[in-house]
Nanobody, 116 residues
Framework: QVQVMESGGGLVQAGGSLRLSCVAS?????????MGWYRQAAGKERELVAE???????KYSDSVKGRFTISRDKTQKRVYLQMDSLKPEDTAVYFC?????????WGQGTQVTVSS
């Protein structure tokens, strides 16, 4: 199995920054995988924020493009999300996702709150 755990959330003022971290572990983790970040705001559906297919291949939602940066440490099975110029609408629970071999695993989420 694969265990996924994210951290780094918190409370920040609008315009501030946060850095989220996620690690995938367990005896089923493989180096060829996709890891990404999703978020779910209160009363809203879960949405993709950013995804890393390979070390140099990334995807971002339009709402965060230019402000957020996803990066990988494939040796350690880790993924990061650097969030800059945060806005109140970024407030949500952020989830880390790992998928490989047609299987998907999720972390429990970390709360990000951006105040005006």
């Amino acid at each position: 199995q694969v265990q996924v755990m994210e951290s780094g959330g918190g409370l920040v003022q609008a315009g501030g920054s946060l850095r989220l971290s996620c690690v995938a572990s367990g005896n089923s983790v493989v180096s060829i995988n996709v890891m990404g970040w999703y978020r779910q705001a209160a009363g809203k559906e879960r949405e993709l924020v950013a995804e890393s297919v390979t070390r140099g291949d990334t995807k971002y939602s339009d709402s965060v493009k230019g402000r957020f940066t996803i990066s990988r440490d494939k040796t350690q099975k880790r993924v990061y999300l650097q969030m800059d110029s945060l806005k109140p609408e970024d407030t949500a629970v952020y989830f880390c996702n790992y998928r490989a071999r047609s299987l998907s695993f999720w972390g429990q989420g970390t709360q990000v709150t951006v105040s005006s």
